[in-house]
């Protein structure tokens, strides 16, 4: 057995930890995790150097003997520049326009049992504010047309080098791809009340401006895990880059709600010949699924099924990627 310490001051970043944070066994490594008060017990540990330890956000800096800096804020974009250099940086989301990003991968550590529901709805949980809309909303109403009719384009590297590379270097660029992919939120949601209104729940303040049936946010746990469990759980991929198994999504599975997914780069990976049951591309992909979804529970129920059994190896999976970093 190999004991690894994780540190995780940010009471925010342990909840995006999901099941990970939790004490687990990863095949031979036992993970200990010290949050809150207890982070400073895991630093006194940490400090003997006896043992590997994790770094949650490089708090404290862990140098590549002694472990590694697990940054839960996306790609290599978000790491301070201060930073970015350390040879033991891992994120946990991949960039459409390099391939600078040393990803370690969560996966779902489903511990709940399945659950279903006859009069499932359909849940949505996520803010709605552009980041630079200065800058993004000009482009976005150029290309909205193009973008609604193939979703997938927004995470299409190509489309960034032929349409902005001449203009804008990789962070300016992650500007203008970050606020499209919150626009998309809004031109789907509109969409799903259109079609789905009595059956679809959002939640988030931000949505309260846009939409008289939006609830507020919900800040407990418990509460989210509630709502997700059993119900038809939509996620429009992050906004930072694009792997199918991010915070959100990692939630929304060990939460065992049905994830359908905004198809991402590694979704046929992750999901395998049940790619096209968990994930979509444009509008009407989505409204087809969601039908079928809502009329068809024996579909539902067995493809529900399927979701947990997809990830029973995700331990298996993380002792992998644990022996080849540490």
């Not at 996966?107 to 709940?112: Q, S």
């Not at 993004?136 to 609604?148: A, Q, R, T």
């Not at 203008?176 to 949601?189: A, E, G, N, P, T």
Request: aromatic share 18%; proline share 2%.
């Amino acid at each position: 057995m190999k004991l690894v310490i994780l540190l995780c001051k940010s009471s925010y970043r342990k909840r995006n930890l999901n099941n990970f944070c939790k004490i687990n066994f990863f095949g031979k490594y036992l993970i200990l995790s010290f949050s809150f008060i207890f982070y400073y017990f895991g630093l006194i540990f940490s400090k003997l150097k006896i043992f590997k330890t994790i770094s949650i956000d490089s708090i404290p800096h862990i140098d590549k003997r002694n472990g590694f800096n697990f940054w839960l804020t996306g790609t290599i974009h978000k790491i301070p520049k201060k930073f970015r250099d350390r040879n033991n940086n891992y994120v946990n989301m991949r960039s459409v326009f390099h391939s600078n990003d040393n990803v370690f991968q969560l996966y779902p550590i489903i511990k709940k049992e399945t659950k279903f529901i006859k009069n499932k709805k359909i849940i949505y949980i996520s803010s709605y504010k552009l980041k630079k809309p200065e800058i993004s909303s000009k482009y976005w109403e150029i290309y909205k047309e193009k973008i609604s009719k193939n979703f997938r384009l927004i995470d299409d590297k190509y489309f960034w080098l032929n349409e902005f590379n001449s203009k804008y270097d990789d962070q300016e660029k992650f500007v203008i791809y970050r606020d499209f992919k919150i626009s998309l939120r809004m031109l789907i949601v509109k969409n799903i009340f259109y079609n789905f209104k009595n059956n679809f729940q959002l939640y988030g303040n931000d949505w309260k401006d846009y939409f008289k049936e939006a609830h507020a946010n919900v800040e407990k746990k418990k509460i989210i895990q509630n709502l997700y469990r059993g119900n038809i759980c939509l996620d429009f991929g992050s906004i930072s880059g694009s792997l199918s198994l991010y915070p959100r999504s990692i939630e929304i599975i060990e939460s065992g709600g049905y994830l359908l997914q905004l198809r991402q780069s590694d979704s046929n990976k992750i999901f395998g010949k049940h790619e096209d049951y968990f994930t979509f591309t444009d509008l009407n992909d989505l409204t087809k699924k969601l039908k079928i979804l809502k009329d068809d529970f024996g579909f539902y129920k067995s493809q529900l099924k399927s979701l947990k059994e997809i990830f029973q190896n995700s331990k298996n999976n993380i002792e992998k990627q644990l022996d080849s970093i540490l």
